[in-house]
């Protein structure tokens, strides 16, 4: 056995150990597909007033950018799914992996716990950790370590489990096993497309206007919501699971195990008049630590202020 197996050996062991679902590794390398439709996406706008998009480009596409001597990206899946819907089915909607604690922070502990492990075992490496933090294209990533497919919603799909997970990454300067991508299982299926109540997803499919999308509206434009999107965000107020909720290859998701990701008590009971009457006291206690605090008081206000 090289010393490239047993090292990737130990990677994916600690990782499932610490609560990962699935790892994967691939060559650190300029990604210049991507690159040319990253480009094109940019190009057309379609990350509307998300400028951050665009800056550091040369990183986003090219990992020994981020780190010095790059030669391995792993890139590792996380489980948030959560079965248990609102009890009132008129309650404003909530996307599921903002149930619980903010998971930037749950998966970077355990990323630094994972290369503390790896430095301990085999000596002196070079890294960082990266959550939906950085200028990395976690999805193509995890694509290229065969932990699934981009499909035609524009997210990583895994074929044992589908689509509701959060993905992280570690760029390493050691030399690992590297594993193959798997092929696309999307096949002639667009209930994604279909479904999208803002058509934020292309006809064809693979192709997302960010700037139609709900969780962008909800999340990451800090103006006012334009009035020609009323009456389409079919009642979500933070996020939006549609594409994930009609994909066929979910049925196979799995209720997460991670207690950090359980909602507070209660998230879910609370009603539609709860969520019009909201303080500031609610706010903060029932999204303490929470991926909501994104939105802030106001913003999940005027959220919901939009839905009526």
């Known amino acids: ?63 020994r950018k981020l780190v ?13 799914h959560n079965p248990n819907q609102q009890t009132d089915k008129d309650a404003p909607k909530i996307s599921q992996y903002a149930y619980g604690k903010d998971y930037h922070k749950v998966i970077k502990q355990k990323l630094h716990q994972l ?17 939906d933090s950085a200028p990395v294209l976690e999805r193509d990533w995890a694509k290229h370590s065969g932990l699934g497919w981009i499909g035609k919603n524009t997210l990583l799909i895994n074929k044992d489990r589908g ?7 570690l760029i390493i300067d050691l030399e690992l096993e590297y594993d193959p991508p798997i092929k696309d299982y999307c096949g002639t299926c667009t209930r994604c497309i ?18 139609k999308c709900i969780s962008y ?3 990451e434009l800090k103006e006012a919501l334009p009035i020609e999107m009323k009456g389409t965000f079919d009642n979500w107020m933070f996020g939006c699971d549609i594409c994930q909720q009609v994909c066929p290859w979910n ?15 209660d998230l879910l009971e609370m009603r539609q008049s709860d969520w019009q009457e909201i303080t500031t006291t609610v706010f903060n206690k029932v999204f303490k630590k929470s991926a909501v605090k994104r939105t802030k008081y106001q913003g999940l206000v005027r959220n919901i202020n939009f839905l009526k």
């Open 68 to 80: 010095d001597g790059a030669k391995s990206v792993v890139s590792l899946l996380y489980n948030y």
């Open 115 to 131: 290369i503390a492990y790896l430095r301990d075992e085999i000596g002196p490496i070079e890294g960082r950790c990266f959550v």
């Open 251 to 265: 049925r196979f998701a799995q209720k997460h195990q991670e207690p950090d990701f359980e909602p507070h008590p």
């Open 194 to 211: 279909d479904a999208c109540p803002t058509d934020a997803i292309a006809p064809e499919g693979y192709w997302m206007d960010g700037s």
């Open 1 to 63: 056995m090289t010393h490239k197996t047993t090292w990737s050996n130990l990677v994916k062991q600690k990782a499932q150990a610490l609560g990962f679902d699935f790892v994967g590794i691939a060559a650190a390398t300029e990604l210049t597909k991507e690159a040319r439709q990253l480009e094109k996406w940019l190009n057309q706008g379609n990350h509307g007033k998300m400028g951050y998009m665009a800056n550091h480009f040369d990183k986003r596409i090219d990992p």
């Open 163 to 169: 689509s509701y997970f959060f993905l992280a990454e």
């Open 217 to 219: 509206f909800t999340i």
